[in-house]
């Protein structure tokens, strides 16, 4: 088993009740040289004697800190689930007991994340070279994200809210479609993270078939990532 780090504290996730409000990840110097080794080359592309360098320190001094490369990237994957589970669930809280509000929050807690934190969102790319144990711990937290999405669709169907024939599979699509969001999104181009993720609320809604509008989204202050 490869542990994710020796007693690190990676970063500090935030104040997830205010779901909107992403502030700047704060990372270890090891991580955030990390999150930009494996942005620009990749996992497999990547080096621990690269990390070092980047880092400014020696290789042995990397492994004080984590136990080799994959811890590396675990540490960071569970960062990042963690932050998006965390805020799923404060959004879905906030849509008290709403299925139609509670869906259109999850998913724009989501793509505001997957917008915001886009190299983190993007290292979900490199959990095929995680063993078997560590893929299942990073799909075991990932899970949480599914589970929260397809109970609001069931609750949202029972009450004939949305009009889904498949509450399973059209979870798996919605979160399907964020998911891809950072193989496209750049923070330079001309959509916001808040147009984005309007757009895709919409797209939720008529997936769903939701015969009611959810409250527009707030205008909400954030910070680049």
């Not at 409000?21 to 270890?28: D, F, M, V």
């Not at 886009?118 to 995680?130: H, K, N, T």
């Not at 069931?154 to 950072?182: H, N, Y």
Request: hydrophobic share 40%.
């Amino acid at each position: 088993m490869v542990s994710s780090s020796k007693g690190a504290t990676p970063t500090e996730v935030g104040n997830a009740a205010d779901w909107r409000r992403l502030e700047p990840t704060k990372l270890t110097p090891i991580l955030s040289a990390s999150l930009d080794a494996f942005y620009e080359h990749g996992f497999h592309g990547t080096s621990v004697r690269d990390i070092a360098r980047r880092v400014g320190v020696t290789v042995p001094a990397l492994y004080y800190h984590h136990e080799n490369k994959e811890a590396v990237l675990l540490a960071l994957l569970e960062l990042s689930t963690s932050d998006v589970l965390e805020r799923a669930h404060a959004a879905s809280a906030d849509g008290g007991d709403d299925p139609v509000q509670r869906l259109a929050n999850v998913i724009e807690a989501i793509v505001l994340r997957m917008t915001m934190r886009s190299r983190l969102a993007a290292l979900e790319s490199e959990v095929r070279y995680l063993s078997p144990e560590n893929r299942q711990r990073y799909r075991t937290v990932r899970k949480g994200v599914e589970e929260l999405v397809l109970e609001i669709v069931k609750e949202g169907k029972k009450r004939e809210l949305f009009d889904v024939a498949d509450a399973a599979e059209t979870t798996r699509a919605l979160l399907g479609m964020c998911q891809s969001i950072p193989r496209w999104y750049h923070a330079e181009g001309k959509l916001t993270p808040d147009a984005v993720a309007r757009k895709y609320v919409e797209i939720a809604m008529k997936t769903v078939g939701s015969t009611e509008a959810p409250v527009k989204p707030k205008k909400r202050r954030t910070a680049d990532v």
